[in-house]
């Protein structure tokens, strides 16, 4: 999380602290000279001014504004319209409990813009260290004497806030503090119970943030953890593999599909190690190489299926069942499972009733060209991604971006971050892979070295 102070204490910006709480956190820096900017904001920002004309409700309305919208503190920049920060301003700020700096002529507002997105892309990544290091740690955890309640607490210090295990209508089980889950995170867990073990609800506001998982198929439980309102992405990840882990614990006691299901919960959400070792120690290993299965109806034949998803051995897929439906991946490795998810979906939604079972890729043009050619140039077109720490981060980000015809915000509504993140990572794909993404030739020819890469 990037705070204020974190800005204040950039020696080459020279900003300078007039009121307000530098331990605030920071999203985002926006610029304007609008009268009321607030249609513009999402909250968490430092909106940067030079103050060009007085707002005609005055500083005082302007403020109180800001402060309704949730942004975070007011950077004034000085020695163009205004020598100095107007007093009636510090006053508004300062009864508005708003942040406000002075920054002067000398430091342009697109380095501040700038030293924030390097301090964020930094707490990215260390944030993404960090959970995997926790991830492993929760592995261990669920083996230990207490499970259920050792991963509910790594879970909340990765957090930074409480979490509670609530079964299936919301009433706690275990919980790291007295005090009870939040009224709106049940109302969203009665929302989503249906959608089954990939069922997940997220509510952000300015003061914190509510994740709620499954932990089962058809919600045999959830996992509920508050954070702090500009926690990493990689925190979700975090949950996510606490909830897996968390309905193994649960199900141990309950028939064997409940293990089954806990595993490849854990498969799919790119956890193959655990889930395997998991495979192994019920005497089942998972089938390697596989492919996923979505499907409605009857499931395919397999001990490895939930209420939607299924992994079988390539060469099992037989016929489905009279009413079933089936959507199939292509061949994927173990490790590589959740990468069948998308797919496999795509492909349920071509069957119907005079289909039974569809298969994802048919017909695609990564298909149609010699495999023997285009996989060793898809393969060498995305090497500088392979070559990168982040390598994954942007492959997933470029098809998101591809699927969404290159409208950035519902780019980064798929992916769950802000939209200017994805301008960045946009930027650097093309940076990296020498291409333009305004060009439909670029667009194309990475859609296509995405598609036959993934394929192989």
Do not use: Y
């Not at 955890?141 to 990765?158: C, E, I, K, N, Q």
């Not at 919600?219 to 606490?242: D, E, F, K, M, N």
């Not at 990468?339 to 795509?346: C, Q, T």
């Amino acid at each position: 999380m990037v705070v204020l102070a974190d800005l204040l204490t950039t020696r080459s910006l020279d900003l300078r602290l007039l009121g307000g709480d530098p331990s605030v956190p920071v999203r985002w820096v926006a610029t304007s000279e609008l009268d009321d900017p607030t249609a513009f904001l999402e909250g968490g920002e430092l909106l940067l001014t030079t103050g060009l004309r007085t707002p005609r409700a005055g500083w005082a309305g302007w403020a109180e504004r800001l402060r309704a919208a949730g942004v975070s503190g007011v950077g004034f920049g000085t020695g163009l319209s205004h020598r100095a920060v107007p007093r009636t301003l510090v006053g508004a700020a300062a009864a508005q409990g708003l942040a406000l700096v002075e920054v002067p002529v000398p430091t342009p507002f697109i380095a501040v813009s700038r030293r924030l997105a390097d301090l964020l892309r930094r707490g990215e990544n260390d944030a993404e260290a960090a959970a995997a290091r926790t991830q492993r740690d929760l592995a261990v955890d669920a083996a230990g004497p207490d499970g259920v309640g050792a991963v509910l607490r790594r879970v909340a210090r990765s957090a930074g806030g409480p979490a509670w295990l609530l079964d299936p209508g919301g009433a706690v089980r275990a919980a790291t503090t007295a005090a009870p889950p939040p009224p709106e995170a049940v109302a969203g867990l009665h929302r989503v119970r249906d959608q089954g073990v990939r069922a997940a609800w997220r509510d952000v506001s300015p003061q914190r943030s509510l994740l709620l998982r499954a932990t089962g198929s058809a919600g045999s439980g959830w996992l509920l953890v508050a954070c702090a309102p500009a926690t990493p992405r990689a925190v979700s990840g975090t949950v996510g593999t606490a909830a897996a882990l968390l309905g193994l614990l649960t199900a141990r006691a309950a028939a064997p599909a409940g293990l089954a299901e806990a595993t490849l919960a854990l498969l799919l959400e790119g956890r193959a190690d655990l889930a395997a070792r998991l495979a192994e120690a019920a005497g089942a290993p998972l089938p390697d190489p596989l492919v996923v299965v979505r499907w409605t109806g009857s499931p395919p034949g397999t001990a490895w299926h939930d209420d939607r998803h299924a992994v079988l051995a390539p060469g099992d897929v037989g016929d489905p069942p009279p009413g079933a439906r089936w959507g199939v991946s292509g061949t994927l490795p173990a490790a590589r499972a959740a990468e069948g998810v998308r797919p496999a979906g795509a492909a349920h939604t071509r069957t119907g009733p005079h289909r039974a079972l569809a298969r994802a890729g048919t017909g695609a043009l990564a298909e149609v060209l010699d495999p023997g050619a285009v996989r060793p140039w898809s393969r060498r077109r995305l090497a500088p991604l392979a070559a990168v720490e982040d390598g994954a981060v942007l492959r997933a980000s470029a098809r998101a971006f591809l699927e969404h015809h290159g409208a950035r915000q519902p780019t980064a509504d798929a992916l769950g971050v802000h939209r200017n993140t994805v301008r960045h990572r946009v930027a650097r794909l093309e940076a990296l892979l020498g291409i333009s993404l305004d060009s439909a030739a670029d667009r194309a020819e990475l859609w296509l070295a995405l598609t036959a890469d993934e394929a192989g």
